[in-house]
């Protein structure tokens, strides 16, 4: 590994590159990322360097939303196969057959979608923002896709809005149960149980902090608390034992995996990085109508 871990640093060198790293990747692709977190973050980071060519540990919608941003560097992904099973339960002509059947609300997209998809949507959000770009929007109904967990949830928070959602999720998270997290308080009485959003919402309303991936880490980072039942993907809960070995964490379940995050190796890293393969391309109207999309965002949500 340590041969592998030096090839690549030295290629990022030569070719001025940086390597995004995603929560739930395999840990040991943090050994090479210059930059690790949830898609949205890392694709800000990207357009904030300098470089060249951006190597993207993630899904392809990360990629496509680094290319969106970023659309005079050389966007690679690592692993073509690495998809997201969320985004692919929505498709372009799906979301615009969606808003017509809702005509005169506004549509909010959450970022695990498409390009293509964010190209028809009003605003995009994160699962960080998601109830303040809902809010922002002064609407009493609200289209939400493609994640009818994380829509719901958001509903939940405010009083005063509809949210309808689409019929999609992400499977690791939607699998949670109720008596699971009431199982998790009987064996962990002491435990801080952490859940992501994209959990349904009779889950998350049973959880000590709801919040995004980059939400839960900071909560464990602040809290004076030694024990974490931790409510999302594996990759979340393996960094959390690495950075607060002091600390201890349960994972909810052991299936809390995301087969298409796990996908990515270093030696993908490698091979794309050496021949500048898998690149991410879009159509450059598509290009601007998401850009758009997600800009209008990032003018609610610094």
Do not use: W
């Amino acid at each position: 590994m340590f041969n592998l871990i030096e090839r690549i640093n030295k290629l990022k060198k030569e070719k001025n590159a940086i390597i995004l790293a995603h929560s739930y990747q395999n840990i040991e692709i943090d050994k090479v990322a210059d930059f690790v977190g949830d898609s949205l973050y890392l694709s800000q980071k990207a357009k904030e360097t300098n470089a060249d060519i951006i190597v993207f540990a993630g899904v392809y919608f990360m990629a496509q939303t680094a290319k969106i941003i970023s659309p005079e560097k050389k966007v690679l992904l690592p692993n073509l196969h690495a998809g997201c099973l969320m985004a692919d339960m929505i498709n372009l002509n799906q979301a615009i057959e969606f808003k017509k059947n809702h005509p005169n609300i506004p549509m909010v997209c959450y970022i695990n979608s498409t390009a293509e998809v964010k190209s028809v949507c009003d605003i995009c959000c994160t699962s960080s923002n998601a109830v303040e770009i809902v809010k922002s929007l002064n609407s009493n109904k609200v289209l939400f896709i493609p994640d009818k967990n994380l829509g719901k949830y958001v509903e939940t928070q405010l009083d005063d809005v509809e949210v309808i959602t689409y019929n999609g999720c992400c499977p690791v998270h939607d699998n949670v149960t109720e008596q699971n997290i009431i199982d998790a308080r009987k064996k962990y009485p002491k435990a801080k149980i952490l859940i992501h959003p994209e959990c349904l919402t009779e889950v998350t309303l049973l959880g000590d902090y709801v919040g995004s991936t980059s939400g839960i880490i900071d909560y464990v980072k602040n809290s004076p608390e030694k024990q974490f039942v931790i409510v999302t993907e594996k990759g979340v809960a393996d960094r959390l034992r690495r950075d607060y070995p002091e600390k201890e964490f349960f994972l909810i379940s052991e299936n809390m995996l995301c087969e298409s995050m796990k996908l990515t190796t270093l030696e993908e890293i490698l091979n794309s990085l050496e021949n500048e393969v898998n690149e991410v391309m879009l159509d450059e109207e598509v290009r601007k109508l998401s850009s758009s999309c997600i800009e209008r965002m990032l003018k609610v949500s610094k």
